[in-house]
């Protein structure tokens, strides 16, 4: 079984290699998975930690220190990861503008708000060595490193940051040289998942939180009426912005500007669609956080009442 997965892999990478430097075409695509060690090793590393990390936490009581829906959650957007990376979603965006703008919005709203709900910096620590665990713990303790933390996660600061990301990248020069360059493609997908992934964690676990999320919908809102509107000048605009595209289009039936087209048209409904359910869960979530505060000042009330 083992030869034949290695086989596979094996043969996988040749044909790689033998397509490199040359279009992407539909005939290429079963075999166009990711095997690069920088994203493989890195995401193996975060999924065996957050493993090793809930073994402790859940030895006497599963559940404890992260709920099960939490679990599911950072499981799911790992999932979400895994595909927008490792699978030949990957390689189809140096063909299709379509594919790329998919594979970023699969990374920054479906798996980077799922990832930042399974709640990872509690399993990640337990899943360290006791001293590295330590270390973390006095770094944490530091009056500079939580006024930095405090000034970025701030959800003013984690929505400008993730903002610039989406747009800057956007810039015709600078996003073909994504296509062409690895490491400044490497670069990109950091900004983007990490923008994201600070964006979501501010609005749900950061210290301002408690602001409450009648202004995490406000937050999201805009997120969402920004990346729209980027979505839409790029499904309206009469000439194509990355003329990178134009030759490697026409083997998916395509033309540069209606590959344009339908990358706007995922930026801006299906992206926009997930946006208006985080946005509708919070609501949710403060509908229910002021009907128990309600229920609470009226227990309150009647308690005075009958000590009275």
Known sequence: MMARVA????????????????????HDLPTAWVLDPWILI??????????????????????????RWEARAFWAG?????????????????????????QHELMMVV?????????????F????PLSWRRRAGRLGQYGWFQAGWRALSHPLSAWSIHAVAV????????????????????FQHVSFLGSALLFWWA????????????????????????GGALGAILTFAPTTWYPIYENTTWAWGLTALEDQQLAGLIMWIPAGLLYAVAALALAVSLMRESEASLIRREAEARTRHAEG
């Open 7 to 26: 086989a596979a892999i094996a043969l996988t990478a040749i044909r790689a290699a033998a397509h490199e430097g040359e279009p992407l075409e539909p």
């Open 42 to 67: 890195p995401l193996a590393l975060s999924g065996w930690l957050y493993w090793r990390g809930s073994r402790p936490l859940w030895a006497d009581k599963p559940g404890r220190g992260i709920r």
């Open 78 to 102: 790992w999932a979400a990861l895994a595909v927008a990376l490792v699978s030949p979603l990957h390689a189809l965006g140096e063909a299709l503008f379509s594919a790329h703008m998919a």
């Open 111 to 123: 798996a980077a708000p799922l990832v930042v709900l399974g709640r990872p910096l509690v399993p």
């Open 125 to 128: 620590l337990w899943g360290l």
């Open 167 to 186: 747009w800057i990248w956007h810039v015709p020069g600078l996003y073909e040289a994504t296509v062409e360059n690895d490491l400044i493609h490497t």
């Open 203 to 226: 609005l749900i676990h950061g210290r301002e939180a408690g602001m409450g999320h009648g202004a995490a919908i406000v937050y999201v809102f805009t997120t969402a009426l920004h």
